[in-house]
């Protein structure tokens, strides 16, 4: 197995193996919402155009969320076949071409959309609906954005304690860094996030 986490990683919790793994299982934490059209999110609509770019597969959940995202060693090497075989050329062609026409691209989107297509019962996944009020469909979703939620199933949908959180843009000012910490520990402790009911008092 391989773990991965980008630079900007917060680590808020004690890491135990069972935070790991369930049911000898790589857990894998994904989020499925509705993004605004030339909204701040729009660059994922980029991430869901390269991951159909390389895979044909539309893109079920953004995998840049909580970290680490833990793979098998083995099953990046099927990704590679698979994208191989797909094309008919070496992986490192077909990256390099992918990645120079736009650049935006998630590499970690890419592999959950393989492994939730191909391999899913071979980890175990956790779902965080971000936007539950949205059926899917209307508005639409973006182009390569997989939206029918009703393939998520009610184990997968349970909200689940997660150790580390990514730093997004809007944290990246450390000169409010109690405002960071308050943020980051709702987001763990009390599974807090966009939509959420609980208030922050002062």
């Not at 919402?33 to 701040?40: E, L």
Request: with cysteine; charged share 25%; net charge negative.
């Amino acid at each position: 197995y391989v773990a991965f986490v980008d630079g900007d990683t917060f680590f808020h919790s004690y890491t135990d193996v069972t935070d790991l793994f369930e049911d000898g299982k790589p857990i894998i934490h994904g989020t499925i919402q509705y993004f605004r059209k030339n909204g701040p999110d729009s660059i994922k609509k980029d991430w869901a155009f390269n991951t159909h770019e390389f895979l044909g597969d539309e893109e079920p959940m953004i995998c840049m969320s909580y970290f680490p995202i833990i793979f098998r060693t083995a099953d990046l090497k099927r990704l590679r076949e698979y994208v191989e075989n797909k094309w008919h050329r070496s992986f490192d062609d077909i990256f390099y071409d992918k990645t120079s026409q736009s650049g935006r691209y998630s590499q970690f989107n890419i592999i959950c959309a393989y492994l939730f297509w191909h391999q899913r019962d071979d980890y175990t996944w956790y779902i965080h609906d971000l936007t539950p009020n949205w059926n899917g469909f209307q508005p639409k979703p973006y182009m390569f954005q997989w939206s029918d939620k009703s393939i998520f199933t009610k184990e997968m949908l349970k909200p689940r304690p997660f150790i580390a959180t990514h730093l997004q843009s809007h944290f990246n000012d450390y000169n409010h860094l109690e405002i960071v910490m308050i943020d980051l520990i709702s987001q763990s402790l009390c599974f807090k996030i966009k939509n959420s009911q609980i208030r922050q008092l002062s």
